[in-house]
C-alpha cells in the first residue's frame, strides 16, 4: 500500500454537536429528545451533502417551526463543534508525514466546515487533497465519494488505507477494493499502521 486516507471528524476531531447547542438546552437528556425528536442527524446529512447553510436552516425552521432556533445555533456555531482536536491521532499522521507517506482525507462535511477545521488546527495542508462530500455532493457511505478520490488522485484502490470511525464507511471503502481500518483509539491505529509497515 501506498496512501493513507483519513476520515476527519471524530478521528482528527472530535465533532461535538453540542458544543454548539447546549447552551438552549436545561439538560443533555432534553437536548437529546430534541435532537432525535427533529432528526438532526437527518437534517446535518443534507448539509453534508451539499446544501446551503441559509436553505438548511430555512428547512429546518419550515418543517419544525418551535425550534428553528435550534438549527440557526448550529450553523452559527461550527467552529466550536469542531475545535476539540484528537491529539493521539494527530501524533500518528504527523509521523507518517514525516515519514514520506502520501496523505489524504475523505470527509462528509460542508465546504464551510472544512474550511473552519483548516482554520483552527494545523494539520490540514498534510494532506496531499481532501475530498468534501459537500463540494461533490455525495457522501460516505456511498461509493461515488471513495470513486471520486481515485480517480483525482491516480490511485489503485489496493494501494489506499482508508480509516474512518464508521462502520458503515469502512465497509462501503473495502467493497470498493480499499483496505480500511475501524477507528476506535489511536493506540490500535498505531498498532494497524505499524503492522501494515507504514510506521
Known amino acids: 500500500m501506498k496512501a493513507v486516507v483519513f476520515d476527519l471528524g471524530n478521528v482528527l476531531i472530535r465533532w461535538q454537536p453540542e458544543a454548539a447547542l447546549s447552551h438552549l438546552f436545561d439538560s443533555p437528556e432534553e437536548m437529546a429528545r430534541v435532537l432525535a425528536e427533529i432528526d438532526f442527524a437527518g437534517w446535518n446529512l443534507e448539509q453534508d451533502r451539499g446544501r446551503s447553510w441559509e436553505d ?54 460542508s465546504e464551510r466546515t472544512v474550511e473552519l477545521v483548516a482554520e483552527m488546527h494545523g494539520f490540514m495542508p498534510r494532506f496531499g487533497d481532501v475530498v468534501i462530500s459537500g463540494v461533490e455532493r455525495v457522501a460516505k457511505p456511498e461509493h461515488g465519494i471513495f470513486n471520486t478520490f481515485l480517480a483525482r488522485n491516480g490511485y489503485a484502490p489496493e494501494d489506499c488505507l482508508f480509516i ?36
Not at 69 to 88: K, N
Not at 89 to 104: D, Q, S, Y
Open 56 to 109: 438548511g436552516v430555512a428547512a429546518g425552521r419550515a418543517a419544525h417551526p418551535e425550534q428553528g432556533h435550534v438549527f440557526a445555533a448550529y450553523a452559527e456555531g461550527l467552529a466550536a463543534a469542531h475545535r476539540e482536536p484528537i491529539a493521539g491521532t494527530i501524533a500518528l499522521l504527523e509521523r507518517l508525514h514525516t515519514a514520506g507517506t502520501p496523505l489524504f482525507a475523505i470527509t462528509n462535511a
Open 164 to 199: 474512518d470511525d464508521s462502520p458503515r464507511n469502512v465497509e462501503a471503502a473495502r467493497a470498493v477494493g480499499m483496505a480500511a481500518h475501524h477507528f476506535t483509539t489511536a493506540d490500535e491505529l498505531e498498532r494497524d499502521l505499524v503492522e501494515r509497515g507504514f510506521l
